[in-house]
């Protein structure tokens, strides 16, 4: 039991740690004139397709879906990963990095409240303590005590909040997912499905321009 709380934690770290260098990856991929959106559409979809390659080759029976589990797929595609990479993305814009980072991980406290209505959990005085620490870690981030700092940033807040959200929707829609499927056959799924959402958004000069610039495409291939 030991062991495996520990190899949770190195995990949690790890990806954490991954997390962080993604600004790197972006400030790189912008260098060869990508905009995010494409950097982000790339990054489901390459993501995607290896997973997809690896799965029909090792577990065809993990990407084997009925037809009632569509819809909530389709849902977590386009709510889950498009919507929160392109609000994320805007927020990141609007913010910076840093500020975008703190409010999206707002998402444990945004599953926390959505939880009641999915799944009829009850809000412990625990986690009503925890989601008013969070709300109130966001609004010193946001510097709500300064009236003309937020109406500078708002839209980047709202853009930083609505990635909590939408991340939060991922993590509800996955756990009722995987039920009935694999987290390796949901993840394939949801990003596939949440690159086809964001694929009409793609100027078509920017997709063309990944796949004939070889360092950004092995830039891309590194960040999927």
Same mark, same amino acid.
């Given at each position: 039991?030991?062991?495996?709380?520990?190899?949770? $934690?190195?995990? &949690? !770290? @790890? +990806?954490?740690? =991954?997390?962080?260098? %993604? *600004?790197?990856?972006? /400030?790189?991929?912008?260098?060869?004139?990508?905009?995010?959106?494409?950097?982000?559409? $790339?990054?489901? &979809? !390459? @993501? +995607?397709?290896? =997973?997809?390659?690896? %799965? *029909?080759?090792?577990? /065809?029976?993990?990407?084997?879906?009925?037809?009632?589990?569509?819809?909530?797929?389709?849902?977590?595609?386009? !709510?889950?990963?498009?919507?929160?990479?392109?609000?994320?993305?805007?927020?990141?814009?609007?913010?910076?990095?840093?500020?975008?980072?703190?409010?999206?991980?707002?998402?444990?406290?945004?599953?926390?409240?959505?939880?009641?209505?999915?799944?009829?959990?009850?809000?412990?005085?625990?986690?009503?303590?925890?989601?008013?620490?969070?709300?109130?870690?966001?609004?010193?981030?946001?510097?709500?005590?300064?009236?003309?700092?937020?109406?500078?940033?708002?839209?980047?807040?709202?853009?930083?909040?609505?990635?909590?959200?939408?991340?939060?929707?991922?993590?509800?829609?996955?756990?009722?997912?995987?039920?009935?499927?694999?987290?390796?056959?949901?993840?394939?799924?949801?990003?596939?499905?949440?690159?086809?959402?964001?694929?009409?958004?793609?100027?078509?000069?920017?997709?063309?321009?990944?796949?004939?610039?070889?360092?950004?495409?092995?830039?891309?291939?590194?960040?999927?």
């Amino acid at each position: 039991m030991q062991g495996e709380r520990l190899r949770g $934690y190195g995990l &949690a !770290l @790890t +990806a954490a740690a =991954l997390w962080a260098t %993604l *600004g790197l990856f972006y /400030r790189r991929l912008e260098g060869y004139g990508l905009s995010r959106l494409t950097i982000v559409f $790339y990054r489901a &979809a !390459l @993501t +995607a397709l290896i =997973l997809f390659l690896l %799965l *029909g080759w090792r577990r /065809r029976d993990w990407l084997r879906l009925e037809r009632r589990d569509w819809l909530l797929f389709a849902a977590l595609g386009l !709510l889950g990963v498009a919507a929160f990479f392109v609000v994320y993305i805007h927020a990141i814009a609007l913010v910076g990095m840093g500020m975008a980072a703190v409010l999206m991980y707002t998402a444990p406290a945004w599953v926390t409240l959505l939880s009641i209505f999915f799944f009829q959990e009850r809000l412990s005085g625990v986690k009503v303590v925890a989601v008013l620490l969070a709300c109130g870690g966001c609004a010193l981030v946001g510097q709500v005590y300064d009236l003309a700092s937020v109406r500078l940033k708002l839209l980047g807040i709202l853009a930083g909040l609505g990635a909590g959200l939408t991340y939060g929707l991922y993590t509800l829609f996955s756990k009722i997912a995987q039920r009935r499927h694999t987290s390796w056959g949901t993840l394939a799924y949801a990003l596939g499905l949440g690159a086809l959402f964001m694929l009409p958004l793609q100027p078509p000069s920017d997709l063309a321009l990944a796949v004939t610039t070889p360092p950004a495409l092995f830039w891309l291939l590194m960040l999927a």
